[in-house]
């Protein structure tokens, strides 16, 4: 099952930020920790210039962001991921994948890639940085995007990065915008965002979305209740958001998780949730998110597994 749920008792037309507690870190390392690295170095060996892209002038943000999650990697897990500090002369030792990177910190020359992409390899988050008033997307990782690439986004404004959308879901986007302009320093905050998806790729950047929406065309129609709990999975983002204090930039991390739909809807209690959020979705946002071709077969489903005494 998924490690996080983000569906709740009705639709959330907020952000639905909340602070990181002490303790927890803006990265993760799981299970998939070494497939999903293996996964992300191998597009990045494809296709280098898709997958990273950085505008000049934020080298100062991509270390800081190197800083950051190198550290919370060692703290989340100290036995398998080493930093070791003497002055400006530092050594990571990756314990996962056995190696080990020694750098002066603040020089990119001592590293084989630019802070950024280096750092994407080390964790299993996409990475982005926003910078400027209003914020945009200045530099980035991103190899398991929902929909969406760095090609055709870098240089955006917040509120664009996701254009167009409807009128039900601009608000929402305009929202988030201030929110991440208004950011402090050093707060850090998280939220969750989830959608349902045909396919169990991570990597749904827009160079393969002809594919992808030619196959959701083939297979929706023969999608039913009986058939959608196996075709479907649920994909859910953990996103944080942090200022970085010396660039002033935010650092965006995107950790995404997916799991089969019947897998998430065998408890009542999760196929509940699912079903009343569904249900008070604004229809807009569910064209967004591309749900409407399966939307109703998919209730239909949920309201079975949400009370099996009566199916």
């Excluded at 990181?20 to 191998?42: F, H, M, S, T």
């Excluded at 190899?143 to 664009?160: Q, R, T, V």
């Amino acid at each position: 099952m998924l490690p996080h749920f983000p569906f709740a008792d009705r639709f959330n037309d907020k952000m639905g930020t909340q602070p990181l507690r002490e303790g927890e870190g803006r990265v993760e390392a799981d299970a998939a920790y070494a497939a999903e690295i293996g996964l992300k170095r191998n597009l990045l060996a494809e296709h280098p210039d898709y997958y990273f892209r950085a505008l000049p002038g934020t080298e100062t943000a991509q270390w800081e962001a190197l800083d950051l999650l190198l550290h919370d990697l060692h703290r989340l897990d100290a036995d398998r991921f080493f930093l070791e500090k003497k002055d400006d002369r530092w050594r990571w030792q990756n314990g996962v994948l056995r190696e080990k990177t020694d750098f002066v910190f603040g020089k990119t020359e001592t590293l084989p890639l630019a802070p950024l992409d280096w750092l994407g390899r080390q964790v299993q988050e996409d990475l982005l940085l926003l910078a400027g008033s209003p914020p945009a997307l200045v530099a980035g990782q991103l190899c398991f995007a929902n929909d969406w690439s760095l090609d055709e986004k870098l240089g955006l404004p917040f509120a664009e990065i996701h254009a167009p959308v409807g009128d039900s879901v601009a608000p929402m986007l305009r929202a988030g915008a201030a929110f991440v302009e208004r950011l402090p320093p050093n707060r850090a905050v998280w939220r969750l965002n989830w959608s349902f998806k045909h396919s169990p790729e991570l990597d749904q950047t827009t160079r393969h979305a002809p594919r992808l929406k030619a196959e959701l065309a083939d297979l929706a129609p023969s999608l039913t209740p009986a058939t959608i709990g196996q075709r479907l999975f649920v994909r859910v983002e953990r996103q944080t958001l942090t200022r970085l204090p010396g660039s002033g930039a935010v650092l965006f991390t995107v950790r995404t998780h997916q799991s089969r739909l019947d897998a998430e809807a065998n408890a009542p209690d999760r196929a509940t949730r699912m079903l009343t959020v569904l249900r008070s979705t604004p229809p807009g946002l569910l064209d967004y998110k591309s749900i409407t071709p399966f939307r109703e077969p998919l209730l239909r489903f949920l309201e079975q597994k949400a009370h099996p005494e009566f199916s």
